[in-house]
């Protein structure tokens, strides 16, 4: 028996089913957290539209002394916060009060990298040559092409980039901004969606917030392109070629990461692309690439491994 929620959040779930295709498994699994996000408030006599941050950080310590492992808290945070999100796209609410409340840690692995024969793959699933083609298109080459962060490249302003220097100016975690260099790929996928038949399209008669004018990537309501949207929009190109089990926005920025070391990149080049705060950071990919490296030699090199059969001395 599905759970019972309010009007805006069964909108919500409506929207992420309908315009953002996600999958039953996975809208049902946001109701379940919604539920009992809901169900607590309840207990507190608290709307949606007037939940405070208090609130949230009470609840997320809440489902912490219930014994929930990192992971499942972590996960209900996000079904949280992206409900709150949309009720201020929506205009529902006035403000998020999610924004700054802090998510449990969750113990991370070495990252899971995508081949250079997938990251192809994903990249030729955009076809077609409408705005939305063109944003989709700039959108993930820009992600692999740079490795930014999903927020930073949905923050970028129209001034940040300079197609004529081939450059990005980024501003990343604690407002330190860093300029990136924009590979051939990404530089030619970022002009076609500026011009008047890509981005132009999606301009409004008038812009419904202030920001959203300068903003690089827009969704089709003439807004800036949100984090949740730019990640269905992976999401969705993931799914088209069977790696949407494994691919996400920071994905692919471990991608170009490992890439560019496989090639040769130094260390200490990809730390800056990356605007990683500390070495041990970036050394994570070297970790990945060594892997690669030793998977690779020992299928090619003769004398890598012993023969099945090596006669015994």
């Known amino acids: ?163 004529e220097s081939h450059t990005m100016r980024v501003l990343g975690k604690g407002s330190k901004e860093r300029v990136v260099p924009i590979g051939r790929y990404a530089r030619e996928a970022v002009t076609a969606w500026l011009e008047p038949s890509g981005r132009g399209v999606m301009v409004p008669a008038r812009w419904a917030r202030r920001g959203d004018a300068e903003a690089v990537f827009l969704n089709r309501r003439g807004g800036r392109l949100t984090r949740q949207g730019a990640w269905a929009i992976v999401h969705h190109y993931g799914e088209h070629v069977g790696l949407a089990d494994r691919l996400t926005p920071h994905v692919l920025r471990h991608s170009c990461a490992t890439h560019m070391l496989d090639h040769g990149a130094d260390i200490r080049v990809v730390q800056e692309l990356l605007g990683h705060a500390s070495i041990a950071t970036t050394q994570l990919y070297t970790k990945v690439s060594a892997e690669r490296l030793r998977t690779v030699y020992d299928a090619a090199h003769p004398r890598a491994r012993p023969r099945a059969h090596a006669r015994e001395r």
């Open 1 to 163: 028996m599905s759970a019972e929620l309010s009007g805006p959040a069964e909108e919500f779930l409506s929207w992420l089913a309908v315009e953002r295709g996600r999958a039953t498994n996975t809208v049902d699994a946001y109701r379940r957290d919604l539920a009992s996000y809901e169900a607590w408030l309840a207990t507190r006599g608290r709307p949606l539209t007037e939940v405070t941050d208090v609130d949230v950080e009470d609840y997320i310590a809440a489902l912490r002394a219930s014994g929930r492992r990192a992971s499942s808290v972590a996960r209900a945070l996000s079904a949280v916060r992206n409900l709150h999100r949309f009720l201020v796209d929506e205009g529902t609410a006035a403000a998020d009060p999610t924004w700054d409340v802090a998510g449990p840690r969750v113990p991370q692995g070495i990252p899971k990298a995508l081949t250079e024969d997938e990251v192809n793959q994903l990249l030729a699933a955009v076809t077609g040559d409408d705005a939305g083609a063109r944003r989709d298109r700039a959108l993930l080459e820009v992600l692999y092409g740079t490795g930014l962060r999903i927020s930073e490249a949905v923050g970028l302003r129209l001034t940040d980039v300079d197609l």
